[in-house]
């Protein structure tokens, strides 16, 4: 199993910055991809970064591209997710996800992002 525990969020102003980080323990060598998602109140849960286990190439949901950062510290297990000039559309409760190469997702309990306008 694969254990995530988020950190980082909390409430900013929009045009703001934040960076949320996710420290993975357990079988992290299983995870294949490990990123974030994010789950605004009424919407469903959605694709915001993610980062190859092997490999540097990051993906980026579209509404995030050239504002929002993932990278990977592999000696400490830790995936941060830096996000720039935040929008209010941003403000969502964001889950750390690691998914294995059989498509098995782990999910962090996740950490708010509140960004007022």
């Known amino acids: 199993q694969v254990q995530l525990r988020e950190s980082g969020g909390g409430l900013v102003q929009a045009g703001g910055s934040l960076r949320l980080s996710c420290a993975a323990s357990?079988?992290?060598?299983?995870?294949?991809?490990i990123g974030w998602f994010r789950q605004a109140p009424g919407k469903e849960r959605e694709f915001v970064a993610a980062?190859?286990?092997?490999?540097?190439?990051?993906y980026y949901a579209d509404s995030v591209k050239g504002r929002f950062a993932v990278s990977r510290d592999k000696a400490n297990n830790t995936v941060y997710l830096q996000m720039n000039s935040l929008k209010p559309e941003d403000t969502a409760v964001y889950y750390c996800?690691?998914?294995?190469?059989?498509?098995?997702?782990?999910w962090g309990q996740g950490t708010q992002v509140t960004v007022s306008s």
């Open positions: 996800n690691a998914r294995t190469r059989l498509d098995f997702d782990y």
């Open positions: 357990g079988r992290t060598d299983s995870a294949n991809f």
């Open positions: 980062i190859p286990s092997t490999g540097t190439n990051a």
